[in-house]
């Protein structure tokens, strides 16, 4: 009698917080996309990322129903990109897929990002071509940002991306190897390199509840996207410096031009303004910038966990031991 051969593991990574309103419409959506697979085998890996509402609640009950349903149960809320990176260490699948429990990146896209992965592509990430129910604000920033990124960026970073993508097992074993914890992964996905495409498709609607993403956060995020891919910010610290010193320069010559050739000025006043305005602003900037980095330095040396898991339902021996985690509970 000839074995069955054994198909392909697709895992599918939703991180989650807070998400009590639309994660029954997510599960639904989900389980019809695995429903339409074709010789593949899914798993569905929920990281709650210490959600203060009934999210782990709901989704333990979902796990219990379903054995392609797991769930990693952080301690506390560590952030969206640590969850997604707790998602890819526990994922044993052939290929890897990210996309957030809000539905805006619609589910359905995946099959599109199969066939592609199928055509030997490793990375197929999603490119968004409308961004429906967003303000224009945020929109105008995210845009710029990209911008801005690839300009200060040595590592060229796709325009109007998010982390919704498929990776091949080989850039999930890589992701895996860099044990850095300022985490922008889809940064790190476009370092590593590989065979990668776009897929372009359009944003939805987040389907119920708030954005986790406010302002603060997004500055945030896009800080450690700069800092985390770039040095170009020390370097110009310098240029900033040596502008100042231009621009204090002419001060002092114009404040010499008035000492000597008019009658209007106060004694000591212009100058001492200029080296205070000029010196003092170009200093603070540059010691800000060298401080980002430094801290960076300072919290990869701690070398603590990137995140602590409390609890992991529906895995086997496998998915734990992959964890940067300790394990508290295994079910």
Not at 229 to 238: A, E, G, V, Y
Not at 252 to 277: D, N, P
Request: net charge neutral.
């Amino acid at each position: 009698m000839i074995e069955q051969l054994k198909q392909p593991l697709l895992s599918v990574v939703i991180p989650c917080y807070n998400e009590e309103e639309v994660i029954g419409e997510t599960m639904k959506r989900l389980k019809a996309f695995c429903s339409e697979i074709v010789n593949l085998d899914v798993e569905l890996i929920f990281v709650d990322d210490g959600s203060r509402d009934k999210t782990r609640e709901l989704l333990k009950n979902y796990a219990a129903e379903d054995a392609r349903i797991k769930l990693i149960g952080f301690a506390r809320n560590f952030g969206h990109q640590i969850a997604v990176t707790a998602g890819i260490d526990a994922a044993c699948g052939d290929a890897v897929v990210l996309i957030d429990a809000d539905l805006q990146d619609p589910p359905e896209v995946i099959h599109e990002m199969i066939v592609k992965w199928r055509e030997g592509y490793d990375v197929v990430y999603g490119t968004r071509t409308e961004r429906q129910g967003e303000s224009i604000f945020k929109i105008a920033t995210a845009r710029s940002f990209y911008r801005l990124l690839n300009r200060l960026s040595d590592v060229p970073i796709p325009l109007d991306t998010g982390d919704f993508r498929l990776m091949s097992r080989p850039v999930v074993d890589t992701l895996r190897a860099m044990p850095e914890r300022d985490r922008f992964v889809r940064g790190l996905v476009s370092w590593v390199g590989f065979k990668q495409i776009a897929l372009p498709y359009k944003r939805s609607v987040r389907f119920a509840g708030e954005s986790k993403y406010p302002l603060r956060k997004m500055l945030s995020f896009a800080i450690d996207g700069i800092l985390s891919f770039s040095t170009k910010p020390l370097q110009m610290s310098i240029t900033l410096g040596m502008l100042c010193a231009c621009l204090a320069m002419s001060g002092i010559l114009y404040v010499l031009w008035l000492r000597l050739f008019t009658h209007i000025w106060v004694e000591g006043w212009t100058a001492l303004m200029i080296a205070v305005l000029f010196l003092g602003g170009i200093q603070l900037i540059s010691v800000g910038i060298l401080g980002e980095y430094i801290g960076r330095i300072y919290n990869e040396i701690k070398n603590r966990p990137l995140y602590v898991v409390q609890e992991y339902l529906g895995f086997n021996q496998t998915g734990p031991e992959m964890s940067r985690s300790p394990v508290i509970n295994k079910s």
